[in-house]
């Protein structure tokens, strides 16, 4: 994906936080190996113990015990019932799992869900308010930016961030930064035209 | 109007939004891995490391010590399931080649263990710690290996009927004033839909339901009945959405049957995801083909002979071919013909059909060959195909139901402005950039098959429909909503349609682009059996004419050329003169020439398809122009596309906003198989290397302009009553030889292997 410098300064989801949000709990110790800490005694201890974990998703907090190893996109997916973040790859290859976590743009399939505790996590099922569905899930109707949908959740939340990171203010800037999800029925121009169409949808919003 | 909604010409229906779109922008469309389950036990699959050989044995300490496990199911111990029959040859599998029945190996990743546990992540976490200890035996990978046999078609599959053939094309070649001869090639493909192979099992009792993504719910439900030697009215099949299949959920794979029995034996409900990696080996691909073509042709243009010899690949066990001389053999007029096909065995997994299957690979050579033709004669390639086009096909003399081929030509030529192209190669350039106009025919056979479907009606004009058909992409929720809202004259908005559900009657595999018209035609009858019994209680005392029933409706803009006829109708009172407040009628329909058993067939989950080139005293295609603007960077060698265009003429359209999408889906996945996809092959190991989207390229934003659709009015009232063609496949077919003519425009290198990738091309 895009690299830090086209992030605008905010309530950082970085390295820091990671392991800041991650200190204290049971996981600890996974989150240092994988920092390349050498592992200390807890590292032995047996990865496969269930740990508490709560997530703020969709500005609802949810109390879990799961396996630490369990992936945000597996914890939204089997034990939320939160499913419309979607699994194309479980590699970070695809985009159909991208969610909001504070407000940026990140593939679920590769962020543990102990790592997003204390974060803002916002999934397709969080978008529409009383009904109303988002400038983007409207646009994505308007111009069927989407055919058997199975991308779609990833699209749209890739699409708000899109235009919230101010990449929408061109076709090709658009395609370049939504050419991290893949879509295999190949929607790509209608994709274009509705992010196109929610930004400016998204703008007047904010104007008014 | 949007260009994403076009504005309907003659004989097409209203733009209306996908009746899904609402739960697909939200998240609860729900795809079979989305099912919740009541304490379901995770599966992961362990696939075989080698291509052929024997399995000696298992080492499990290690994943039996991984808390939470629960069974690990390998040969030794599972169920032994019956045999699965190839879906050519009666069946519903896509392949015979069964898993954990022995110690043998007849592919890379084949499926050798399955280990359920509580938590998906200890599941994989087994999976890994496996141990398969193998005897292994140097595979043959694909053409030119050793150890490959190869052996006719015909004679050995079923599907594959006659090796076209008409004159006499030896003579004719010889004598012919300009020849053309030249040999294609087309790699591996794996369709990759988003959506995974997902598979989640439940029994309830001796009932068990099925959650996974198919494209062909009543296959499915009778395969795996048979597979588990149960009543199949003890089985269903649940998909409500499909993410993606493009033929790759067509036909029954291993998996389902082995999970169906391993919840059985655990008594719980199993539910499996397989790796992105895994679909790559467990279910089919479109094999790799080779081509050899010739052509004679006048100094007119005329083609004097065709010859088309085809190779393809298929596993040890099964005879599986895509065969597509059946088509380009009959698309221009040429008096002297013949073709051949022959199947290559290798040590690999069994193919099948992928978006297209028989037009992608042979279209690609013969509209290559064309092309090459027309530079030959010195000719533009649009008149080669107006001076070769025809009405009736060239080996029995058939006639084309309709043919909109030309006006798709001039149509599309004029939207790209194709008389801009000056006709010498490398003669166009901008810049760094060589610049290259291409084109090339697209076709796709007509196909229908038997199906049912059960309307209800109530007084206050609300209707729910109900067919076993499948949404894939394909639009299909929103097609039948239309056809039912037209034919009963009520607003689209009151029509529910319940599909993807083995329970529901029964429609057929949603393939070969038969769906819309299978599925629409019958959705059609059962509605007039509706309008029937309501008229019949206004006017109970007159007997009817079938043409005064066609003239009963009630009214609404009608669209399809069925309903074009049908006049108000009185709802309120026909309900009171029935005394009731609901109607449902039940109905089955097959297409004209469909054989006796088509209903039976039907109902055991086996389709009989009609059409194409094989009805009895027609022929009945789809066709399309292809326009394609490459841009080739004189250093670089990058090749880019910035225009496509595509026409497309397939009789009535049912809904110009979601065809106009599979159409551009279609130009896409047609530029991709030019330029991006290739499954590689180790043939050391017979293994595939690239099986992930990282590494198998498809088309992302950024590698896609300018994709412009033009749907061409058509109307063909011989081949259904929907009066559809069906155009899922007709968009990718045709286009990876207009990139090459282009490129060859661009360039003047000819490129007949495919993809080419910019290491190719020796500028
Ligand atoms: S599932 Fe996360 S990127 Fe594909
Ligand atoms: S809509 Fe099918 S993958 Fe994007």
């Given amino acids: 994906m895009t690299n830090q410098k086209d992030f605008p300064a905010g309530p950082g989801f970085n390295r820091r936080t990671f392991i800041g949000a991650a200190a204290g709990t049971a996981v600890a110790p996974i989150v240092a190996k994988a920092?390349?800490?050498?592992?200390?005694?807890?590292?032995?201890?047996?990865?496969?113990?269930?740990?508490?974990?709560?997530?703020?998703?969709?500005?609802?907090?949810?109390?879990?015990?799961?396996?630490?190893?369990?992936?945000?996109?597996?914890?939204?997916?089997?034990?939320?019932?939160?499913?419309?973040?979607?699994?194309?790859?479980?590699?970070?290859?695809?985009?159909?799992?991208?969610?909001?976590?504070?407000?940026?743009?990140?593939?679920?399939?590769?962020?543990?869900?102990?790592?997003?505790q204390g974060q803002r996590i916002?999934?397709?099922?969080?978008?529409?308010?009383?009904?109303?569905?988002?400038?983007?899930?409207?646009?994505?109707?308007?111009?069927?930016?989407?055919?058997?949908?199975?991308?779609?959740?990833?699209?749209?939340?890739?699409?708000?961030?899109?235009?919230?990171?101010?990449?929408?203010?061109?076709?090709?800037?658009?395609?370049?930064?939504?050419?991290?999800?893949?879509?295999?029925?190949?929607?790509?121009?209608?994709?274009?035209?509705?992010?196109?169409?929610?930004?400016?949808?998204?703008?007047?919003?904010?104007?008014? | 109007m949007s260009i994403t909604a076009p504005e309907p010409k003659a004989n097409m229906g209203q733009p209306i939004p996908r009746y899904d779109a609402a739960a697909k922008v939200t998240g609860k469309a729900q795809y079979a891995a989305d099912v919740p389950l009541v304490n379901p036990a995770y599966a992961c699959l362990v696939t075989s490391s080698i291509a052929k050989g024997r399995i000696d044995g298992f080492d499990m300490t290690a994943a039996k010590q991984v808390r939470g496990v629960i069974d690990i199911v390998t040969h030794e111990n599972a169920e032994q399931l019956k045999e699965a029959k190839l879906f050519s040859n009666g069946g519903y599998a896509g392949t015979t080649i069964q898993p954990l029945k022995s110690a043998d190996v007849a592919h890379t990743g084949?499926?050798?263990?399955?280990?359920?546990?509580?938590?998906?992540?200890?599941?994989?976490?087994?999976?890994?710690?496996?141990?398969?200890?193998?005897?292994?035996?140097?595979?043959?990978?694909?053409?030119?290996?050793?150890?490959?046999?190869?052996?006719?078609?015909?004679?050995?599959?079923?599907?594959?009927?006659?090796?076209?053939?008409?004159?006499?094309?030896?003579?004719?070649?010889?004598?012919?004033?300009?020849?053309?001869?030249?040999?294609?090639?087309?790699?591996?493909?794996?369709?990759?839909?988003?959506?995974?192979?997902?598979?989640?099992?439940?029994?309830?009792?001796?009932?068990?339901?099925?959650?996974?993504?198919?494209?062909?719910?009543?296959?499915?439900?009778?395969?795996?009945?048979?597979?588990?030697?149960?009543?199949?009215?003890?089985?269903?099949?649940?998909?409500?959405?499909?993410?993606?299949?493009?033929?790759?959920?067509?036909?029954?794979?291993?998996?389902?049957?082995?999970?169906?029995?391993?919840?059985?034996?655990?008594?719980?409900?199993?539910?499996?995801?397989?790796?992105?990696?895994?679909?790559?080996?467990?279910?089919?691909?479109?094999?790799?083909?080779?081509?050899?073509?010739?052509?004679?042709?006048?100094?007119?243009?005329?083609?004097?002979?065709?010859?088309?010899?085809?190779?393809?690949?298929?596993?040890?066990?099964?005879?599986?071919?895509?065969?597509?001389?059946?088509?380009?053999?009959?698309?221009?007029?040429?008096p002297n013909i013949e073709s051949r096909v022959s199947i290559v065995r290798a040590d690999r997994n069994t193919p099948g059909f992928m978006r297209s299957p028989p037009e992608v690979p042979y279209m690609f050579a013969l509209e290559s060959a064309m092309d090459e033709l027309a530079v030959a004669l010195n000719m533009d390639p649009v008149e080669l195909r107006r001076v070769n086009d025809t009405a009736k096909e060239p080996i029995s003399g058939k006639p084309y139901t309709s043919r909109s081929l030309m006006a798709c030509y001039d149509q599309g030529a004029r939207a790209f402005e194709w008389e801009k192209r000056s006709p010498q190669p490398k003669s166009m350039t901008e810049g760094d950039w060589l610049i290259g106009y291409g084109c090339a025919t697209s076709c796709y056979p007509t196909q229908m098959a038997p199906a049912a479907a059960r309307v209800r009606l109530q007084r206050d004009g609300r209707v729910r429909v109900e067919i076993a058909g499948q949404e894939i992409g394909n639009g299909a929720y929103t097609v039948i909503g239309q056809a039912a809202a037209e034919k009963l004259g009520v607003p689209v908005e009151k029509v529910s349609v319940f599909i993807g559900d083995s329970d529901l009657p029964p429609a057929p595999v949603a393939g070969g682009s038969n769906s819309t018209a299978s599925t629409c035609s019958t959705v059609i009858k059962v509605c007039e059996q509706v309008r029937q019994k309501l008229f019949e209680a206004l006017t109970s005392n007159e007997s009817l004419t079938n043409e005064a029933k066609g003239t009963v409706g009630m009214g609404q803009t009608p669209s399809t050329p069925s309903a074009s006829n049908d006049r108000p109708l009185d709802l309120e009172r026909a309900f009171d003169a029935l005394g009731v407040s609901v109607v449902e009628e039940y109905g089955e329909w097959k297409p004209e020439g469909a054989p006796m058993d088509s209903f039976q067939a039907m109902y055991k989950g086996q389709v009989r398809m009609v059409g194409g080139s094989e009805m009895k005293d027609?022929?009945?295609?789809?066709?399309?122009?292809?326009?394609?603007?490459?841009?080739?960077?004189?250093?670089?060698?990058?090749i880019r596309v910035p225009r496509l265009v595509g026409a497309f003429a397939a009789g009535h359209i049912m809904n110009p906003r979601t065809a106009r999408s599979q159409l551009m889906g279609g130009l896409i996945w047609g530029m991709s198989s030019a330029l991006h996809e290739a499954t590689e092959l180790d043939e050391r190991y017979a293994r595939y290397v690239n099986d992930n989207l990282a590494d198998y390229l498809v088309p992302v934003n950024a590698d896609v302009s300018d994709v412009d659709v033009i749907l061409v009015a058509e109307q063909d009232d011989h081949i259904n009553p929907a009066g559809v063609k069906g155009i899922g496949e007709l968009g990718n077919v045709g286009t990876n030889a207009a990139v090459c003519n282009a490129i060859f425009h661009a360039t003047g290198q000819r490129l007949r292997k495919l993809p080419v990738r910019l290491e190719k091309l020796e500028i």
Wanted: overall charge neutral.
């Fill in chain 2, 618 to 638: 027609k022929i009945a295609y789809a066709f399309g122009a292809e326009f394609v603007e490459v841009r080739v960077n004189k250093w670089t060698h990058e």
């Fill in chain 1, 35 to 116: 920092a390349g800490a050498s592992g200390g005694p807890a590292a032995t201890s047996d990865p496969s113990l269930p740990v508490d974990v709560s997530l703020d998703i969709n500005s609802a907090t949810r109390s879990l015990r799961i396996d630490a190893r369990t992936t945000l996109l597996d914890a939204l997916r089997e034990h939320t019932g939160l499913t419309g973040s979607k699994k194309g790859c479980d590699h970070g290859q695809c985009g159909a799992c991208t969610v909001l976590i504070n407000g940026r743009r990140v593939l679920s399939c590769l962020t543990l869900a102990v790592v997003a």
């Fill in chain 1, 122 to 208: 916002v999934t397709i099922e969080g978008l529409a308010e009383d009904g109303e569905l988002h400038p983007m899930q409207q646009a994505f109707v308007d111009q069927d930016a989407f055919q058997c949908g199975y991308c779609t959740p990833g699209q749209i939340m890739s699409g708000i961030a899109c235009v919230r990171e101010g990449h929408a203010g061109s076709d090709d800037a658009i395609r370049e930064y939504m050419s991290g999800n893949i879509c295999r029925c190949a929607a790509y121009p209608n994709i274009v035209a509705a992010v196109r169409q929610a930004a400016r949808a998204m703008s007047d919003e904010q104007k008014g």
């Fill in chain 2, 110 to 334: 084949q499926i050798v263990a399955v280990v359920v546990a509580e938590t998906f992540e200890a599941a994989q976490q087994a999976a890994y710690a496996m141990k398969v200890n193998y005897t292994a035996a140097m595979p043959s990978a694909t053409f030119d290996s050793a150890g490959t046999t190869s052996a006719p078609a015909k004679g050995q599959l079923a599907q594959f009927k006659e090796d076209p053939k008409v004159g006499d094309f030896a003579k004719a070649f010889n004598d012919a004033e300009i020849k053309v001869s030249a040999a294609y090639e087309t790699p591996p493909q794996h369709h990759n839909p988003m959506e995974l192979f997902a598979t989640s099992c439940v029994w309830l009792g001796d009932s068990l339901t099925i959650y996974e993504p198919s494209q062909y719910v009543y296959g499915l439900k009778n395969g795996v009945a048979e597979q588990l030697g149960i009543d199949a009215d003890k089985v269903r099949v649940i998909n409500a959405y499909v993410g993606g299949a493009f033929g790759s959920k067509g036909s029954m794979t291993p998996r389902t049957a082995i999970i169906a029995s391993i919840a059985r034996r655990l008594g719980r409900p199993v539910k499996l995801v397989a790796t992105r990696a895994q679909g790559f080996t467990i279910a089919t691909f479109r094999a790799e083909t080779r081509h050899e073509i010739q052509i004679g042709a006048r100094r007119d243009g005329h083609l004097t002979a065709l010859r088309h010899e085809s190779w393809e690949v298929s596993s040890r066990p099964d005879p599986y071919a895509v065969g597509g001389t059946k088509t380009t053999t009959r698309l221009y007029a040429c």
